[in-house]
């Protein structure tokens, strides 16, 4: 059984996400040693908590392989209160690219261990904290408000290779194929005129266009309009964000689908740029005034990508942050 599969358990059917993910960050914090706590938790303001990125770097916090097999199993509990049973299979096929990489490189860089584990502030009910998890490909943050709210943006999955084709115990297998799948499916749905609309550019962008900014900026929504498509294909890019929100925790992709679904689908518009074809550079996003998905799939012949969702005002919880503010210290100003 995989390390991420034992880690179930520490999600509980009618447990509130905000309450299992403060228990499983406590329990794995009681079971640092005082070296690695001190590596391990940064206050809630600290810049450390925006410094992410999905390339492979060292990075702040307990790395997967300076962990006892106790503590990685607690380690994981958090990400099984926080992802889906979908987003946690995802995440290990992921890490487990850092295997297929060694082999095909050779290069001692890539390694499944460096993945890493930080606490922002007190996991408490009554606070407001956070924390991360991230290395190569692979980057989730989450916040937490006093009141249960919670934030799960920047959310990074990549996959380099999109599809293992060497001799290898996971030939065959992708990482990402529904992403891919269903993206050049909806594309390939439209008439001629729809395609014009959607087609933003004949060469794909080397990645993504957000990148790891700490601030996500892009123009205003180009692309086909949701209202443009007909009720099949919007069925389809429902389904399509929903694979992205399903990566988390059903109540929260379920508050993400509704956020979306209460300020309106008709906001979105899907963009594509690059070749149709499998095995061509190509790149879409679903973008409205509030978020974007981008996925990317043009490095290494069309078979390496990069997904990101981004929200323009509540990356990190600076909506989240705000409200706290303008709600228990707006009176702080006037005194």
């Known amino acids: 059984m995989s390390w991420l599969l034992c880690a179930s358990l520490f999600a509980h059917e009618g447990h509130t996400p905000a309450g299992d993910m403060a228990t499983a960050a406590r329990a794995w914090l009681d079971s640092l040693g005082e070296v690695q706590r001190k590596s391990a938790v ?12 999905f390339v492979p770097r060292v990075r ?9 097999i106790g503590q990685r199993n607690l380690a994981i509990g958090m990400l099984a209160a ?8 995802t995440s290990e096929s992921i890490i487990a690219l850092e295997d297929v990489l060694k082999k095909m490189e050779g290069s001692p860089h890539r390694d499944s261990g460096l993945y890493y ?9 009554k606070e407001t904290w956070g924390w991360r998890m991230e290395g190569h490909h692979l980057s989730v943050n989450f916040l937490i408000t006093g009141r249960g709210d919670i ?27 529904s992403e891919e799948d269903l993206g050049r499916a909806l594309m390939n749905s439209f008439d001629d005129e729809q395609r ?40 389809q890019l429902r389904a399509l964000v929903g694979v992205y929100a399903g990566r988390l925790r059903a109540e929260i992709a379920e508050r993400e689908m509704q956020r979306i679904a209460d300020r309106g689908w008709d906001k979105l518009h899907f963009a594509w740029a690059g070749g149709l074809e499998p095995g061509h550079g190509h790149y879409y996003r679903i973008h409205s005034p509030d978020f974007v998905i981008e996925y990317d799939n043009t490095q290494n012949g069309a078979n390496h990508i990069h997904t990101t969702w981004r929200d ?24």
Request: glycine letters at 8%; a negative charge.
């Open 42 to 53: 940064f206050e809630i303001n600290d810049e450390e908590r925006q410094n992410w990125h």
């Open 60 to 68: 702040k916090g307990v790395p997967l392989k300076d962990m006892d």
């Open 82 to 89: 926080g992802l889906s049973e979908r987003g946690r299979l």
């Open 117 to 125: 584990f930080t606490v922002f502030g007190k996991p408490d009910l």
């Open 151 to 177: 934030s799960a943006t920047p959310l990074f999955f990549g996959a380099n290779p999109a599809e293992v084709r060497i001799e290898h115990a996971h030939k065959g297998k992708r990482a990402l194929a």
């Open 196 to 235: 014009r609309i959607a087609l933003i550019a004949d060469v794909a962008p080397a990645d993504v266009i957000t990148g790891a900014d700490r601030e996500a900026k892009l123009a205003a929504p180009g692309g086909l309009p949701y209202a443009r498509m007909n009720h099949e294909q919007k069925k």
């Open 312 to 335: 323009f005002n509540g990356d990190f919880g600076r909506d989240l942050l705000r409200e706290h503010h303008q709600e228990f210290h707006a009176s702080d100003s006037k005194e």
